[in-house]
T-cell receptor
Framework: GNSVTQMEGPVTLSEEAFLTINCTYTATGYPSLFWYVQYPGEGLQLLLKATKADDKGSNKGFEATYRKETTSFHLEKGSVQVSDSAVYFCALTASNTGKLIFGQGTTLQVKP | GAVVSQHPSRVICKSGTSVKIECRSLDFQATTMFWYRQFPKKSLMLMATSNEGSKATYEQGVEKDKFLINHASLTLSTLTVTSAHPEDSSFYIC????????????FGPGTRLTVL
């Protein structure tokens, strides 16, 4: 079946540190991959997406590359800010149903 | 573009009453909308998929008579929690897909429901 696994949090970093949040998936077919971000008390915002192998999604300094060979879509940012503190969800679209399958979410805390 | 709104953002109600939550796509037509429930510090649980003009498709374990979903137009879907109980207290989030990008879901800001 389809599933998404993220690294457990919380991840605590100092401002300007390098960020990596690991995400791996299992899926039938060729899913699209997403990162969503949720700030406290809010809904989810689409951060970036990639629709096929070797695509790189990027937005607001965040990047993730669709790696079919390792079934991964790790999120990276070169220099985090306090305002990046949030919960990050990796997700895929199941090609047979069109439904979003979410990982469990990773909480990021950035300290000044 | 692709903005989704929800109303209300917070609601408190008494046990046994019904509560309606609206989800609107503000700048696009949404042929498909989704309703999720999120428990504290947990991921999102898909409750149902709603297509305009047809009955919603509920996920296994979700009571369709308790969580009534109506997708009356291409910009509006509603979720009604009937005869609410304290265990229905949760964060409810809707999302919508555009007809042009069938892969991406755009999420509303969520509704915090508290049942006393």
């Amino acid at each position: 079946g389809n599933s998404v696994t993220q690294m457990e949090g919380p991840v605590t970093l100092s401002e300007e540190a390098f960020l990596t949040i690991n995400c791996t998936y299992t899926a039938t077919g060729y899913p699209s991959l997403f990162w969503y971000v949720q700030y406290p008390g809010e809904g989810l915002q689409l951060l970036l997406k990639a629709t096929k192998a070797d695509d790189k999604g990027s937005n607001k300094g965040f990047e993730a590359t669709y790696r079919k060979e390792t079934t991964s879509f790790h999120l990276e940012k070169g220099s985090v800010q306090v305002s990046d503190s949030a919960v990050y969800f990796c997700a895929l679209t199941a090609s047979n149903t069109g439904k979003l399958i979410f990982g469990q979410g990773t909480t990021l805390q950035v300290k000044p | 573009g692709a903005v989704v709104s929800q109303h209300p953002s917070r609601v408190i109600c008494k046990s046994g009453t019904s509560v309606k939550i609206e989800c609107r796509s503000l700048d696009f037509q949404a042929t498909t909308m989704f309703w999720y429930r999120q428990f504290p510090k947990k991921s999102l649980m898909l409750m149902a998929t709603s297509n305009e003009g047809s009955k919603a498709t509920y996920e296994q374990g979700v009571e369709k008579d308790k969580f009534l979903i109506n997708h009356a137009s291409l910009t509006l879907s509603t979720l009604t929690v009937t005869s609410a109980h304290p265990e229905d207290s949760s964060f409810y989030i809707c999302s919508a897909k555009t007809s042009g990008d069938t892969d991406t879901q755009y999420f509303g800001p969520g509704t915090r429901l508290t049942v006393l």
